[in-house]
């Protein structure tokens, strides 16, 4: 199994809308509406974002959205602030829904 | 609120045995959800490594399962992670996580990092 590809880099200036792809295959982001989204700051561990697709844990700002066509997934932040700089990881189940895959990370820079 | 805490040496010998153990507070294990462990190499991305439902099903990475097991104490509010015949390959930063009612994690503990090394 590979892991879920995501562009290595994406930047934008504050005020500014970005948008973080994740493509898997018919065996993973399309076959299941389970697509979580964490984001890391240098050493610390990875928080939640958006879980099922499309939904925000409590605290997580409404500037954070999620969504997915097909086998591609993706991650909007709008309003783009200074504090959203950090690395993002899209996961998704795999196989027969009994293990999981993460992307391999994409550092978001405001620039 | 939910805390999960990892412990374990942080220098393992090559072909040895990585133990670690997850304590969690705030919550008790044999209540719901699951249970995981991912690890993240040096400067690298994250990679799922295994995870245990609270009614005992496990899962595993099909790449790293036949030197995987991981196991619950409900008794300690714990869970473990046992991974056999290392190499350097499995240095990493090792965190334990709490998963949610489908397979996202939303509590994780700070993080340890082993190496692996002679």
């Known amino acids: 199994q590979s892991a879920l590809t995501q562009p290595p880099s994406a930047s934008g200036s504050p005020g500014q809308s970005v948008t973080i792809s994740c493509t898997g295959t018919?065996?993973?982001?399309?076959?299941?509406?389970?697509v979580s989204w964490y984001q890391q700051h240098p050493g610390q561990a990875p928080k939640l974002m958006i879980y099922?697709?499309?939904k925000r844990p409590s605290g997580v700002p409404d500037r954070f959205s999620g969504s997915k066509s097909g086998s591609t997934a993706s991650l909007t932040v709008s309003g783009l602030q200074a504090e959203d700089e950090a690395d993002y990881y899209c996961?998704?189940?795999?196989?027969?829904?009994?293990?999981?895959?993460f992307g391999g990370g994409t550092k978001l820079t405001v620039l | 609120q939910v805390q999960l805490h990892e412990s374990g040496p942080g220098l393992v010998k090559p072909s040895e045995t990585l133990s670690l153990t997850c304590t969690v507070s705030?919550?008790?294990?044999?209540?719901?959800?699951?249970w995981g462990w991912i690890r993240q190499p040096p400067g690298k991305g994250l990679e799922w490594i295994a995870s245990?439902?609270?009614?005992?099903?496990?899962f595993y990475n099909p790449s790293l399962k036949s030197r995987v097991a991981i196991s619950v104490d409900t008794s300690k509010n714990q869970f473990s992670l046992k991974l056999t015949s290392v190499t350097a390959a499995d240095t990493a930063v090792y965190y334990c996580?709490?998963?949610?009612?489908?397979?996202?994690?939303?509590?994780w503990g700070q993080g340890t990092l082993v190496t692996v090394s002679s």
């Open positions: 996580a709490r998963g949610g009612s489908t397979w996202f994690l939303n509590y």
């Open positions: 705030g919550y008790s294990i044999s209540s719901g959800f699951y």
């Open positions: 245990i439902f609270h009614n005992g099903n496990t």
């Open positions: 018919s065996s993973d982001v399309g076959a299941y509406n389970h």
């Open positions: 099922e697709v499309n």
């Open positions: 996961s998704s189940p795999a196989g027969s829904n009994n293990y999981v895959l």
